[in-house]
């Protein structure tokens, strides 16, 4: 799949295979899950294959917004600053943003991207992505941007030791009403933060999870490893031209949920 997608793309033309799934994420990680007010914490926007760690240009972000533990949303867009991250021989295009919490509790990032269009899949993908620092106080973690399609986690999504069951449900919002996205597919992948070799990767199945949302959009994952992990859903929304033909727009969301080390139960 990934790696090889032109390869595949070539062989879906010739009829030989399936077409492959979607791959490049969009990964939205600070430099650590959980910080307290005399911090600055670093975030970096970046795009590509994050099992892999195998990085691509990152489109320039359409908004950024970050929901604080009152509620109240704050748009940090112009925050943003244009960095070139290491990818393998080159180097790619990410996004910075370096954020000092002004109170306790737990700050919501947002960050959406405009419509990418994707060479090999021929279609148009729209996409947010939501990260969660945690500031010493637990409160907010469940905070919402309102976008058509996003994450709502069930489960606290920080805190949480390897094994442990998650639960997030996928809710649309077209014309302000929150209907649940049932039946959509969630792909489930863990971050690596340096390239892995080829030969080291394991089969594809094993990289990327796949589940599906139940009647009220719920998906339930296990996270069985440390690290940073991200689920992502997507549905169609309509179309939009590329080169004067008609191409679908898949809109897809991206929840990034942080594993600590196992600790050792206490009295032991
Ligand atoms: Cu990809």
Redo the contacts with the bound molecule.
Sequence with gaps: M?HA?RLVAALVVGGLVAPAA???FNMLLPDRASATTKDEVTFVYQW??PYEHQLFDAPAPASLVVIGPDGKSTDLTKNLEKIAVPAGDRKATAYRLKFKPPQRGDFVFVLTTPPIWMDDEHEFWEDTVKVVLHVQAQKGWDGLANHDLEWDPLTRPYGLQPGMVFQAAVHTRGGGKAAPLAGALVEVERYNATPQAEKDLPPDEQITRTAKTDPNGVVTATLPEAGWWCLTASREAGEREHDGKKYPLRRRTTLWVFVDEKTAPAGK
Excluded: I, L, N
């Design positions: 990934k997608a979607p791959a490049h590509g294959h």
